[in-house]
């Protein structure tokens, strides 16, 4: 009898492993780099939740499938109709389905989960304050929402929604900070059988509804740092499934096992540095609250060594004042290239001069521009620490401001550190990404709509523009392709005119695999959805179970 796992890991593993476990195939994976985990599967959590907590510990009624024109695959529910006005939304669900104890799964669970996303804005990450006015239960496996105005693509928001047993929550004094030390969930893996800040593991469900599809018995969680550390544990073939932009990929991870390692790079979330509107320091907030002076940012960005040099060509560059991306090109409003393109281009004298033009000078002769009043500007740029592509982009970035006359600095703070700076308004500037969806508007409805101001890192410039969020919820109360096209290209107006984010270029969706113990791997050949193991891709679940341990 043998463990699925590399003999550099037989030390560790060996600790939790028995005799009765030894036939067991362990997956070891990498959705995040920390410098260590922290015991917590709070689904409703966004920053120290373990990444294997949603989709894994706890399934989503639905996956929207962006890689199959939003195709739905249906998970604890099985159906779900809206009303001709688009005002409500009834959801059949799954019958069978047992949460990891052996309890039924029906309504009321579905009921109490959105209660608690409506119960407070620190559990409502996906904004169903704005979009919700309540949940019902129809009958035992039927749930109905209303909704606060008519949207065709609310549900896209409700599968977001973690659904948690009601006979557990129910008795949690304060869901907020309840670290839920002993899970009980709906999804594959809801055992944690080894838990320590170095390493976990996550283990089969004996009462999963979808046993028959799930072929892995456990998840293997090494704590890894950051890319470099990450390069060494893949290249060494100690890493099934895995996520991260790894430098030369084809000589630095392929070639060390050409049979064995592959990768696959599908286009994926727009990255954009934030600027805070509401910062604390008075230069700061005023310069951000300029778009002049937001335009010479964007102008001091040299996006091309970004994308080659930081990013060793593998991300898209993005240079359209909408942000909108190149895979989003058939949406395009060409009259916004033509008023705004100029301020997506490299132009370190264009950025001076247009500072100038708007009174930005340097009173003191350090070298840096105050605002007109004569209030210093010193931004912090932050950067994940260990993202090593994205803290090379913002050196860059922070060379060309520096250039331009804007005094800046990079700091890199603990990934979790970064998100909670971002949700709390406690920085200036960061990098930052945005998940797309099969349209535009999820893009620009998860960083830009007012509502969504604060509730997440993806929407934490604190930009209000009434108008644009006007815009958006006007998308949702339509399904008439031609007045979406319309609406969108209004979208792009604004966000081309204001510069509310200043876009440099579109990750790609970072995946590598090794086949070594493993198939079924999604790829090129075999695109069935997302493939990425990171915590923000629901289609990860369709993954897990695709795949199958080498005989």
């Given at each position: 009898?043998?463990?699925?796992?590399?003999?550099?890991?037989?030390?560790s593993?060996?600790?939790?492993?028995?005799?009765?476990?030894?036939?067991e195939?362990?997956?070891?994976?990498?959705?995040e780099q920390?410098?260590?985990?922290?015991?917590?599967?709070?689904?409703f959590?966004?920053?120290?939740?373990?990444?294997?907590?949603?989709?894994?510990?706890?399934?989503?009624?639905?996956?929207?499938?962006?890689?199959?024109?939003?195709?739905?695959?249906y998970?604890?529910?099985?159906?779900?109709?809206?009303?001709?006005?688009l005002?409500?939304?009834?959801?059949?669900?799954?019958?069978?389905?047992?949460?990891?104890?052996?309890?039924?799964?029906?309504?009321?669970?579905?009921?109490?989960?959105?209660?608690?996303a409506?119960?407070?804005?620190?559990?409502?990450?996906?904004g169903?304050?704005?979009?919700?006015?309540?949940?019902?239960?129809?009958?035992?496996q039927?749930?109905?929402?209303?909704?606060?105005?008519?949207?065709?693509?609310?549900?896209?928001?409700?599968?977001?929604?973690?659904v948690?047993?009601?006979h557990?929550?129910?008795a949690v004094?304060?869901?907020?900070?309840?670290?839920?030390?002993?899970?009980?969930?709906?999804g594959?893996?809801?055992?944690i059988?080894?838990?320590?800040?170095?390493?976990?593991?996550?283990?089969?469900?004996?009462?999963?509804?979808?046993?028959?599809?799930?072929?892995?018995?456990?998840?293997?969680?090494?704590q890894?740092?950051?890319?470099?550390?990450?390069?060494?544990?893949?290249?060494n073939?100690?890493?099934?499934?895995?996520?991260?932009?790894?430098?030369?990929?084809?000589?630095?991870?392929?070639a060390?096992?050409?049979?064995?390692?592959?990768?696959?790079?599908?286009?994926?979330?727009?990255?954009?540095?934030?600027?805070?509107?509401?910062?604390h320091?008075?230069?700061?907030?005023?310069?951000?609250?300029d778009?002049?002076?937001?335009?010479?940012?964007?102008?001091?960005?040299?996006?091309?060594?970004?994308?080659?040099i930081?990013?060793?060509?593998?991300p898209?560059?993005?240079?359209?004042?909408?942000?909108?991306?190149?895979?989003?090109?058939?949406?395009?409003?060409?009259?916004?290239?033509?008023?705004?393109?100029?301020?997506?281009?490299?132009?370190?004298?264009g950025?001076?001069?247009?500072?100038a033009?708007?009174?930005?000078?340097?009173?003191?002769?350090?070298?840096?521009?105050?605002?007109?009043?004569?209030?210093?500007i010193?931004?912090?740029?932050?950067?994940?620490?260990?993202?090593?592509?994205?803290?090379n982009?913002?050196?860059?970035?922070?060379?060309?401001l520096?250039?331009?006359?804007?005094?800046?600095?990079?700091?890199?703070?603990?990934s979790?550190?970064?998100?909670?700076k971002?949700?709390?308004?406690?920085?200036?500037?960061?990098?930052?990404?945005?998940?797309?969806?099969?349209?535009?508007?999820?893009?620009?409805?998860?960083?830009?709509?007012?509502n969504?101001?604060?509730?997440?890192?993806?929407?934490?410039?604190?930009?209000y523009?009434a108008?644009?969020?006007g815009?958006?919820?006007?998308?949702t109360?339509?399904?008439?392709?031609?007045?979406?096209?319309?609406?969108?290209g209004?979208?792009?107006?604004?966000?081309?005119a204001e510069?509310?984010?200043?876009?440099?270029?579109?990750?790609?969706?970072?995946y590598?695999?090794?086949?070594?113990?493993?198939?079924?791997?999604?790829?090129?050949d075999?695109?069935?959805?997302?493939?990425?193991v990171?915590?923000?891709?629901?289609?990860?679940?369709?993954?897990?179970?695709?795949?199958?341990?080498v005989?």
């Amino acid at each position: 009898m043998k463990l699925t796992v590399t003999a550099g890991l037989l030390a560790s593993v060996a600790i939790w492993t028995t005799a009765a476990q030894a036939e067991e195939t362990v997956l070891s994976a990498l959705p995040e780099q920390v410098t260590a985990w922290v015991e917590n599967f709070n689904p409703f959590n966004q920053t120290t939740a373990a990444p294997s907590v949603l989709d894994f510990m706890y399934e989503p009624l639905i996956i929207f499938n962006a890689m199959d024109g939003g195709k739905p695959i249906y998970r604890l529910a099985t159906a779900y109709e809206y009303s001709e006005d688009l005002s409500t939304i009834t959801v059949t669900l799954r019958e069978g389905v047992k949460w990891s104890d052996g309890e039924a799964f029906d309504a009321d669970d579905v009921v109490k989960s959105f209660e608690l996303a409506l119960s407070d804005p620190a559990l409502d990450s996906v904004g169903m304050a704005q979009t919700l006015a309540g949940v019902e239960k129809i009958d035992a496996q039927t749930v109905r929402f209303t909704l606060t105005t008519p949207s065709s693509q609310a549900m896209y928001q409700i599968v977001r929604v973690p659904v948690v047993p009601e006979h557990i929550w129910s008795a949690v004094a304060d869901p907020v900070t309840f670290t839920n030390p002993n899970p009980v969930g709906s999804g594959p893996l809801t055992e944690i059988r080894r838990f320590t800040p170095q390493e976990y593991v996550q283990c089969r469900n004996t009462n999963y509804w979808d046993a028959e599809s799930l072929k892995v018995d456990c998840m293997r969680f090494p704590q890894i740092a950051n890319n470099d550390q990450a390069l060494a544990a893949a290249a060494n073939g100690e890493l099934d499934w895995m996520g991260s932009f790894l430098p030369d990929i084809e000589n630095t991870y392929v070639a060390k096992d050409p049979e064995h390692h592959s990768y696959w790079l599908p286009g994926g979330s727009m990255v954009a540095f934030y600027m805070n509107f509401e910062a604390h320091e008075a230069g700061d907030k005023a310069a951000f609250n300029d778009v002049a002076f937001r335009r010479a940012v964007s102008m001091a960005f040299d996006r091309e060594a970004m994308v080659e040099i930081a990013g060793y060509g593998y991300p898209t560059i993005n240079q359209y004042p909408s942000g909108l991306g190149r895979a989003f090109h058939s949406w395009n409003n060409p009259e916004v290239d033509d008023k705004f393109g100029a301020f997506t281009q490299y132009d370190i004298e264009g950025a001076k001069a247009l500072l100038a033009e708007a009174g930005y000078k340097d009173i003191d002769g350090d070298g840096f521009v105050e605002t007109p009043a004569g209030e210093p500007i010193d931004l912090e740029v932050i950067v994940p620490n260990g993202w090593t592509d994205w803290v090379n982009s913002c050196q860059i970035a922070v060379e060309g401001l520096n250039a331009a006359g804007i005094k800046a600095n990079v700091s890199t703070p603990e990934s979790a550190v970064w998100t909670e700076k971002l949700i709390n308004g406690d920085y200036d500037m960061a990098i930052n990404s945005v998940r797309v969806g099969p349209t535009p508007f999820n893009q620009y409805l998860d960083s830009l709509h007012e509502n969504n101001q604060t509730k997440s890192r993806f929407a934490a410039s604190r930009y209000y523009n009434a108008e644009l969020s006007g815009l958006l919820d006007a998308f949702t109360q339509t399904s008439d392709a031609e007045k979406q096209m319309a609406i969108m290209g209004d979208v792009q107006e604004i966000v081309g005119a204001e510069m509310p984010l200043v876009t440099v270029f579109n990750n790609p969706n970072w995946y590598q695999y090794n086949t070594k113990r493993f198939t079924g791997f999604f790829n090129a050949d075999n695109p069935v959805a997302n493939p990425v193991v990171h915590k923000t891709n629901p289609a990860r679940l369709i993954h897990l179970l695709s795949l199958r341990p080498v005989q």
